[in-house]
């Protein structure tokens, strides 16, 4: 239980995909399960 709760808070930036200026089609997680669930 402990664990996940750890897991729920981190903030993980995919730093070495940033440095490459790697374009992100969805930055932030509600944009992406918006698409995947065909939401505008």
Do not use: Q
């Not at 664990?3 to 995909?17: A, F, I, R, S, W």
Request: overall charge negative.
């Amino acid at each position: 239980m402990a664990e996940e709760t750890l897991l729920v808070d981190l903030n993980v930036v995919p730093g070495k995909l940033e440095a490459l200026e790697y374009p992100f089609r969805f930055p932030e997680l509600g944009s992406a399960l918006a698409y995947l669930l065909g939401k505008p």
